[in-house]
């Protein structure tokens, strides 16, 4: 398993252009990651953090052909997602946000989340339904999360994370003065320089770290 981020599939692609085709057998771990998987639901519970589970989507497979992707998805338990070092190819969406001057949307997570709390993320983001087309996981989350709509909308690529978990990330552009208004998830949000190397020092590595890979594959 790499330790950095590695990409899968590199579009871009037009939202038209992605395909997620839905398998009904349910993912079924190993004993031992449902074990923990367990365990990571009842320490939320422990720090009072919503305790919520469920099913979500796992990649079992991805194609390119004809200038389209195609995506082979089944459910997976949600909570597999944050068993340490295996996310067992959980499938979450990442809605970078930029405005018209280019710059990039940044909140900051509640302290009592479930991931990423009191740390800064980019745009919006979450888990992809059962049933979804993640294209469609990029635009919900952003409504729910800045309530706001994506003047225009492109899928960047699909990008494995050390522990095994899959990021379908797209970029959404933001029109002309438009406002947004963060959710209870947020506690403070900020819009960042277009430069990268710009970014403030609450902007850490491993945030950066698929900004800059994709920036880096697109100069390539």
Request: charge should be negative; hydrophobic fraction near 45%.
């Amino acid at each position: 398993m790499p330790s950095v981020p590695a990409i899968l599939a590199r579009g871009p692609w037009a939202p038209e252009q992605v395909d997620a085709r839905w398998h009904d057998e349910h993912y079924a771990p190993p004993r031992e990651r449902a074990d923990a998987a367990d365990a990571a639901i009842e320490a939320l519970r422990d720090r009072g953090s919503p305790s919520h589970d469920g099913l979500a989507a796992r990649l079992l497979g991805h194609a390119e052909a004809d200038g389209r992707l195609v995506l082979d998805l089944q459910p997976v338990r949600w909570a597999l997602r944050l068993v340490e070092g295996d996310a067992s190819c959980s499938v979450a969406a990442m809605c970078l946000t930029r405005d018209s001057e280019g710059r990039w949307l940044a909140g900051r997570r509640a302290a009592w989340l479930a991931s990423w709390a009191g740390r800064w993320a980019l745009g919006a983001g979450g888990a992809v339904d059962v049933g979804e087309n993640p294209v469609d996981t990029l635009t919900r989350e952003l409504r729910e999360e800045w309530s706001v709509p994506a003047e225009r909308l492109r899928v960047e690529a699909l990008v494995r994370l050390p522990h095994d978990l899959v990021m379908f990330v797209g970029t959404a552009w933001l029109p002309a003065g438009a406002e947004v208004t963060p959710d209870h998830e947020h506690d403070a949000y900020a819009w960042w320089p277009p430069d990268v190397a710009d970014w403030p020092a609450e902007a850490h590595e491993e945030l950066r770290q698929i900004p800059k890979l994709l920036l880096a594959e697109r100069a390539a």
